[in-house]
Nanobody
Framework: QVQLVDSGGGSVQAGGSLRLSCAASGYTYSKNCMGWFRQAPGKEREGVAR????????YYADSVKGRFTISQDNAKNTLYLQMNSLKPEDTAMYYC?????????????????WGQGTQVTVSS
């Protein structure tokens, strides 16, 4: 079975940084699509960043471009989200996610496996 465990959230001041981690089991990060989503109270869940691990292509929401970086360590089956220059509007529960093998990485709509979530709170 696929299991994703996300961690690394916390409370920071605006302008600070956090790095989220997603450890996977029962799933290989090679030639697959992994990503990060977030959801705040009163808002829809939104895709933040996704990465096709086969060629390293990445996609970012406009709101985080230039500030967030998604990366991977295949040897550790771990996905990361480096978040810099954090803003209060980044406050949300963040979820690691993965698509079923063979599915496209071309949209935010193909994710089927989810971590439990890690809270990020950014104060002004």
């Amino acid at each position: 079975q696929v299991q994703l465990v996300d961690s690394g959230g916390g409370s920071v001041q605006a302008g600070g940084s956090l790095r989220l981690s997603c450890a996977a089991s029962g799933y290989t990060y090679s030639k697959n699509c992994m990503g990060w989503f977030r959801q705040a109270p009163g808002k829809e869940r939104e895709g933040v960043a996704r990465r096709y691990t086969g060629d390293g292509r990445t996609y970012y929401a406009d709101s985080v471009k230039g500030r967030f970086t998604i990366s991977q360590d295949n040897a550790k089956n771990t996905l990361y989200l480096q978040m810099n220059s954090l803003k209060p509007e980044d406050t949300a529960m963040y979820y690691c996610a993965a698509v079923r093998p063979g599915r496209s990485c071309g949209s935010w709509d193909s994710f089927a496996y989810w971590g439990q979530g890690t809270q990020v709170t950014v104060s002004s």
